[in-house]
């Protein structure tokens, strides 16, 4: 096998290993976000499913677009500010002029993306390009569950500073995979988002915190598995781990809601039509 085969292979393995919260992670969050809209909302019921279901296309874009990987996480306490003061730079323009696009990128897009998804799905709103919105509302989700998983934030992303590598597909793929049916979503009261780069900004500087307690918790969970990667260890990760794992995946649900309904507000509120029909090439992108 050539060097350069043996890099994609490498590469893609890498990719599937940090996919945030799993595909069905994805379609948990994606798929009870309209449980959460009020009555004047109902027609967005319909759309479910296929944000359900096209939960996890930033994660497929991966394999082949080059440039998507950067959008799915901020390493966030590898800035001096936020190291500092708990927050960084958010305006995009300033905070490419202060730190640098070659640091940005080296330490992802998240945030920065986030809004502009956001920004694209009000444009579609408004021009009631109803398939491009599904499937935009879809990636929108995906990017707000990416900023609630703690090890999307940091540096530290799959324990390898820690002596922990591994845990990114433990916790996020295996251990949600395991317990995904005892995850309930519960119906959330919406707000309008004042500020959306603020909203962001705000929801990935309070999970960051949960990065600390996972990384204990995996200890914990492994030394008490007889330090082994078994049942055990997954069941104790979960005894752990698993009430903030409901809260980050309830908070990513009702925050990606939360979100569309503000696009949807901001695009003058257009009627929103019960079902959508794709093309088999208008999904992935």
């Not at 709103?125 to 900023?147: N, Q």
Request: proline share 2%; with cysteine.
């Amino acid at each position: 096998m050539k060097r350069n085969t043996i890099q994609s292979v490498l590469m893609f393995a890498m990719i599937l290993l940090l996919c945030s919260w799993g595909e069905k992670g994805h379609q948990k969050i994606n798929g009870s976000a309209s449980q959460n809209f009020p009555a004047r909302l109902n027609r967005y019921n319909g759309w479910s499913e296929k944000l359900a279901e096209h939960g996890s296309d930033p994660d497929k874009r991966r394999r082949t677009d080059p440039t998507e990987d950067i959008k799915h996480y901020i390493d966030i306490d590898a800035y001096s500010d936020f190291l500092q003061t708990n927050r960084i730079v958010e305006g995009k323009e300033e905070a490419f002029n202060k730190y640098g696009e070659e640091f940005i990128k080296k330490n992802g897009t998240l945030p920065w993306v986030t809004d502009s998804t956001y920004q694209e799905l009000v444009k579609q709103f408004r021009a009631k390009e109803w398939s491009k919105a599904v499937l935009t509302a879809a990636d929108l989700g995906h990017y707000v569950a990416d900023g609630h998983m703690p090890l999307h934030l940091t540096l530290n992303y799959d324990g390898q500073l820690t002596g922990q590598k591994g845990i990114h597909n433990r916790y996020e793929s295996k251990m949600i995979n395991l317990y995904i049916d005892s995850i309930t979503v519960k119906r959330s009261r919406l707000h309008k988002v004042q500020n959306v780069s603020r909203y962001v900004f705000d929801y990935m500087y309070q999970n960051y915190q949960y990065k600390d307690s996972l990384l204990k918790d995996d200890l914990i969970a492994f030394n008490a598995s007889g330090q082994e990667y078994g049942a055990m260890y997954y069941q104790t990760l979960w005894s752990q781990f698993g009430t903030i794992t409901i809260r980050l995946i309830t908070d990513s649900s009702k925050a990606t809601a939360e979100l569309i309904r503000t696009a949807w507000i901001e695009a003058g509120r257009p009627r929103i039509p019960r079902e959508i029909s794709l093309n088999a090439d208008e999904s992935i992108k």
